[in-house]
């Protein structure tokens, strides 16, 4: 799943929770945020915490391992 946001005018990117989060598990949410360059991954829990950065081909590879295909 790649999805382009919309270009922002500030430096803070545009995050989204995974629809696979959004099933009413508040405790298991990740949010995305895509840049021209990269995906962003970060745990919805703790916003501030470490974020994960994929360039466009390991996000393209990832998404199926993450799903377990």
């Known amino acids: ?3 382009r946001a919309p270009a922002q ?17 508040e405790g298991d949410c990740v949010e995305v945020a895509t840049a ?4 962003h991954v970060r ?3 703790n916003r501030p915490g470490p974020q994960l ?4 081909d390991a996000w393209t ?4 391992y993450a799903a377990g295909r």
């Open 9 to 25: 005018v500030d430096s803070e990117p545009a995050w989204f929770k995974s629809s696979y989060s959004s099933d009413g598990n």
């Open 36 to 39: 021209p360059d990269a995906v």
């Open 61 to 64: 590879g990832f998404v199926p």
């Open 1 to 3: 799943m790649i999805r």
């Open 43 to 45: 745990d919805s829990k």
């Open 53 to 56: 950065t994929f360039g466009d």
